[in-house]
């Protein structure tokens, strides 16, 4: 089965670094609640495409209107909130994989990615540079330069 990935906007976080961070303070939250510490991110919807996703698909997050980064998606948990509405917990890998620089039109919820059109990570050597500016990242991917 061929895999297809996600790409969700990262509201509230200006680089890779806070997306880092807040996933770090949420999983040490985790650990002290009993629960285990890998890094999830709760939605409203279930996704359809569930089978094709764990089979080998990723969340591509994007930062300041341009995808920088990727989690691989471990598995889907059923969250109950205090509403008792019935929402998707996306769990991810911890490690966060940097991509070339792809900008994204804001939108609503999530969007199905597929794997040609998925921005290639960042070699081995690149992905530990620091990240440019986000500024300087969607200007360079608009025209082109990844």
């Known amino acids: 089965m061929s895999h297809i990935n996600l790409v969700k906007l990262c509201v509230g976080a200006d680089t ?15 650990r002290k609640a009993g629960g285990d510490a890998l890094p999830r991110h709760v939605t ?9 996703l764990l089979a080998g698909g990723s ?7 341009v ?8 598995r889907l948990d059923e ?3 205090q509403d008792g509405i019935r929402r998707c917990g996306i769990v991810l890998d911890p490690e966060i994989h940097r991509t070339e620089a792809v900008t994204r039109r804001p939108f609503q919820g999530w969007r199905y990615l597929k794997p040609a059109d ?12 620091e990240a440019l500016p986000p ?4 200007a360079l991917a608009e025209i082109g330069v990844r």
Not at 118 to 129: M, N, S
């Open 16 to 30: 890779i670094d806070d997306l880092a961070g807040w996933q770090r303070q949420r999983a040490a939250q985790a």
């Open 44 to 52: 409203r919807m279930w996704p359809k495409q569930e089978q094709a």
């Open 118 to 129: 998925a921005p290639r990570d960042l070699p081995d050597g690149r992905a530990q540079e």
């Open 59 to 65: 969340l591509y997050w994007v930062i300041r209107g």
């Open 79 to 81: 969250v109950t909130g």
């Open 135 to 138: 500024g300087l990242s969607a």
């Open 67 to 74: 995808i920088l980064c990727r989690q691989t998606i471990l």
